[in-house]
Structures are given as C-alpha cells and as structure tokens.
Nanobody, 122 residues
Framework: QVRLVETGGGLVQPGESLRLSCTAS????????MDWYRQAPGKEREVVAT???????SYSDSVKGRFTISRDGATNTVHLQMNSLKPEDTAVYHC????????????????WGQGTQVTVSS
C-alpha cells in the first residue's frame, strides 16, 4: 500500500507563487514516475507535469515556462514550483505515483493523492 500526502495548496493573487509537495510512503520496490495532475470545476482531470525515473520531464503547454517539477529520490517526494500563477490555474491538484511493489512485473501500482486546492484570485 502506497500512501501519498500532498501539501502546499492555498489562495494566492495572480502573479504570485506556490510550491506543492507530495511524499510517498509505504512499501514499494521502485517508483517509475511521479506526476502532477489538476482538475478544475466542470473540467476533466489533466496532466500538468511529469517526472519519470530516468529523469525525463514534461509539462503541459499551459504551464510550460511557469511551473517546475522536481523530485527528491531520497525522500520519495515530488515538488511542483508554480510561478506567475493565473486565475486559470485554479484547480484541485493531485499527485500521482506509478511504480512496482515488488520485483514482479505484475506488481505495478498507480496511486493518487487526495488533492490540494489551489485558488488564484484577486
């Protein structure tokens, strides 16, 4: 069982910054990806930023140049630094972790955090 704890959401004004963090705990063999998704009211969940175990990073076009994803392998934590926030960034942000709970290829897991609210408003 993998547990994810997200922190760092809140209410900010346009142009300000927030930093989200997500720490994975529990029993697992290997994490292969740690990502951030978001879901705005009335919209589908969308990927914001991804970080895989090989160091590959990608961003959605809407946040490229403003958001930075980083990962601390020692603590199994992924961060999302969000700068120059806009009202359209308002959403519940969810952490997603994919990995294997054992050496078996059948032990793949996908875990989701409970979500943290980010509101950008003047």
């Amino acid at each position: 069982q993998v547990r994810l704890v997200e922190t760092g959401g809140g209410l900010v004004q346009p142009g300000e910054s927030l930093r989200l963090s997500c720490t994975a705990s529990g029993t697992f063999f290997r994490i292969i990806a740690m990502d951030w998704y978001r879901q705005a009211p009335g919209k589908e969940r969308e990927v914001v930023a991804t970080h895989n175990s090989g160091g590959g990073i990608s961003y959605s076009d809407s946040v490229k140049g403003r958001f930075t994803i980083s990962r601390d392998g020692a603590t199994n934590t992924v961060h999302l630094q969000m700068n120059s926030l806009k009202p359209e960034d308002t959403a519940v942000y969810h952490c997603h972790v994919a990995g294997y709970s054992s050496t078996s290829t059948y032990s793949r897991f996908d875990s989701w955090g409970q979500g943290t609210q980010v509101t950008v408003s003047s």
